[in-house]
């Protein structure tokens, strides 16, 4: 079986501006998500927002099996025709892994048909985040919980669609709880939303989190029908009297 | 209990300019459907494009509980302000019923994440809709299936997110099956997608589908919370340590 | 409309040995909870596990459109045959609060087709419940969280099928979430369990606790077909050719 | 990767007794189940209602990764030991494909929590089954439906608790639809129920058919978490004050 292809997208501009980002990711989050990705076997490429095109270009989503997004400070400098590149990709079988502030991304908004609101706070707390589908794919090589030292507080009510799956639920020291891990179909296309990552913590070097990145990327994968039709069906199947 | 107040709203270009369609709805059929809610003690006003914002005012808004939706050939003709109104009060509670072509509205869309397409044919073909979900509000007062003589044909597969709660599946003369009842939370909303409804066929005055329209309204009346917050939340509710 | 008839079920075991119980629920924690539902317009009676047939008798459920359940101590000494009785009353349409230890009643395994198992501990800790659908009639006149200042902790993973829809998730001071609000469609009939409820707390007497079994109730009320029917249809609707 | 261990579960009694039904699997339907799912590459075994204790010994369930069951006359006649271990494997991750008049067998029942029941007929009439979640990996290789030719209908309401996951539904030239492709979690393990395969047709010969009972068992491979624990958790993970 050829190897999966992913892409790593990043915005990339917390790395360019903010110091104590730089010396958590000083070649960036996608760098660190990327080389994790590789050890477990992905082809991996990676892209940001300030290449061309965003580095998304028809052609590299063409060659995209899976497209990972981390998004925060810049969600409105993503263009909107390269919002509607990854949309169609996604409807027509390209996984989604949405990351983190990306649940604030055009393209997360758009395929969930709701504003992806949530509370947050920084104060250096504890996340434990807990298995509530046991036998989901996602899961593979967990416990049935692991802790994240300190993270950002995203906390209910998470405005999004009930998740067709719901995988994690997250436990916050300061008193919040959080749908973590969420599954979506999309057309032929599939979501799948994790929550840690804020950019000023090493959460992508934990490798339960690497783990759990690269379940949702393999279960993301296409998997579906090789094609769809809709539209005018002037002959019926059956005859009609 | 005051009675629910609801919106019908009808694009109303078909009955301008289609003989067919005017000898069927002389005055439009959003009365048709008003009547029909009108007689379940509901209170009832109408909306249409063509009125100033499409009969769709802020104001109008603020006093609907629910809104239904008839829209197929002026989608594009619907102002974008307007969607994101409407779009606005889904998610802040007031309930949404999208009848038949609306599947290809604007709002039908945005809250949806997906195409929305579906295949379709003209050929006066029968359409059974059998209930699926029992126990479910929206069916009191049916039989396990009911029967259209005449519809257009919607058929699978049809491009939405996997309801919330599926209710109906239509059996089409032709060989076709469609999830012809759907019900969908966004924010503190809900959404009804209803099938039945193409244009030149007397179906709104069918007794069963204006029953469903009526249990539609019912279900999605807003019966959550009275208010949400969302955003920064720097105190914790409980020490970090 | 006549008032919803509920049967408030208790197994009614530990008010009867344990000390502590007796001070917090001196008439048993049925009565806390029927006279709640009363106080809401709720026509009540109630039953335990040593009333003749355990009070739940034919003509009772016949008689009844929610029953609430609470057990814990006794689970085995409730009756096969009441359990498959309560259990056709269900698919048939009454609908059905389980609360808290509930979960592992004969009843509540035998509609969810698993163990129903959970993580628990007696710790005197803070429960926070939050709402994750906040659209769905049973958070109605809730704000976005309620706490129990002393509650036993139940923790995932909770042994349930994915809800239909969940509705609740709990914090616990302990470092545990919980599904603590879940709801279901079984046949004509609905479910929804609520977690809260440990014997040796004044949690029944809560305000938030008994709205949201009162909101319960008027949830799972019937609200479905009259009746269904199965098996042989030796006469297509449609000619086979 | 190792093949994954796929134990075809056949009832068996029809091919001893049915002149029709031994013309068209003179082998038993599970040698031709068999068959089609080792061209697959899977490694599979069989067994059968005469076997010692139905060729479902605990050492064949453990070394079992999805068991395909079908059973029909002799629902009855299946020990409720058999059954329990039966149960106890798919919560402890075991996949379980279910096929045809399975539905009503003692394990699916078991897990569903609902009666399973069904409308059906014999009529050689026309199936034609659609594909509904075409991202689906249960749908891999097929067109958006096909048709079998001839088949015994099934028709809603079919009493199964709303799947997890939808994947196929049935029309009928007969007039009924079905919800012909159902995938649920339970426990660690994962279900899988898929209609067609009345035993006196060639239904289990036809290659789409085989291919989504292939993609069905390689669905509901084991996929989850190791183990689980469950039960008293005295010493809380985080300090409570």
Same mark, same amino acid.
């Given at each position: 079986m050829a190897a999966l292809r992913v892409t790593v997208w990043n915005e990339g501009q917390h790395e360019k501006t903010n110091?104590?980002?730089?010396?958590?990711?000083?070649?960036?989050?996608?760098?660190? %998500?990327?080389?994790? *990705?590789?050890?477990?076997? *992905?082809?991996?490429?990676?892209?940001?927002?300030?290449?061309?095109?965003?580095?998304?270009?028809?052609e590299v989503l063409d060659a995209t099996d899976v497209l990972t997004w981390w998004g925060h400070m810049a969600h409105d400098k993503v263009s909107d025709a390269v919002v509607e590149r990854v949309y169609q990709r996604v409807l027509n079988?390209?996984?989604?892994?949405?990351?983190?502030?990306?649940?604030?991304?055009?393209?997360?908004?758009?395929?969930?048909?709701?504003?992806? &609101?949530?509370k947050w706070r920084e104060a250096n707390e504890r996340e434990r985040i807990w298995v509530v589908e046991?036998?989901?794919? %996602?899961?593979?090589?967990?416990? &049935?919980?692991? &802790?994240?030292?300190?993270?950002?507080?995203?906390?209910?009510?998470? &405005?999004?669609?009930?998740?067709?799956?719901?995988?994690?639920?997250?436990?916050?020291?300061?008193?919040?709880?959080?749908?973590?891990?969420?599954?979506?179909?999309?057309?032929?296309?599939?979501v799948f939303y994790f929550r840690p990552g804020h950019e000023t913590y090493p959460t992508y070097y934990q490798k339960e989190v690497q783990l759990v990145i690269g379940n949702g990327v393999r279960w993301a994968a296409p998997s579906g029908l090789a094609e769809l039709s809709y539209g005018h069906r002037p002959n019926p199947l059956e005859p009609i009297t």
């Amino acid at each position: 079986m050829a190897a999966l292809r992913v892409t790593v997208w990043n915005e990339g501009q917390h790395e360019k501006t903010n110091l104590t980002v730089q010396k958590v990711y000083p070649d960036g989050m996608h760098t660190v %998500i990327a080389n994790a *990705l590789r050890e477990q076997g *992905l082809e991996v490429r990676t892209a940001t927002l300030d290449d061309t095109e965003h580095g998304l270009t028809q052609e590299v989503l063409d060659a995209t099996d899976v497209l990972t997004w981390w998004g925060h400070m810049a969600h409105d400098k993503v263009s909107d025709a390269v919002v509607e590149r990854v949309y169609q990709r996604v409807l027509n079988g390209m996984g989604l892994v949405v990351l983190h502030s990306g649940h604030f991304s055009k393209i997360f908004k758009k395929l969930m048909g709701t504003s992806c &609101d949530l509370k947050w706070r920084e104060a250096n707390e504890r996340e434990r985040i807990w298995v509530v589908e046991p036998g989901h794919p %996602i899961v593979q090589g967990l416990g &049935d919980h692991f &802790d994240i030292p300190h993270e950002e507080m995203y906390g209910e009510h998470f &405005d999004i669609p009930a998740p067709d799956t719901l995988v994690f639920v997250s436990w916050f020291q300061g008193g919040e709880v959080f749908r973590s891990g969420a599954c979506y179909h999309r057309g032929r296309g599939k979501v799948f939303y994790f929550r840690p990552g804020h950019e000023t913590y090493p959460t992508y070097y934990q490798k339960e989190v690497q783990l759990v990145i690269g379940n949702g990327v393999r279960w993301a994968a296409p998997s579906g029908l090789a094609e769809l039709s809709y539209g005018h069906r002037p002959n019926p199947l059956e005859p009609i009297t």
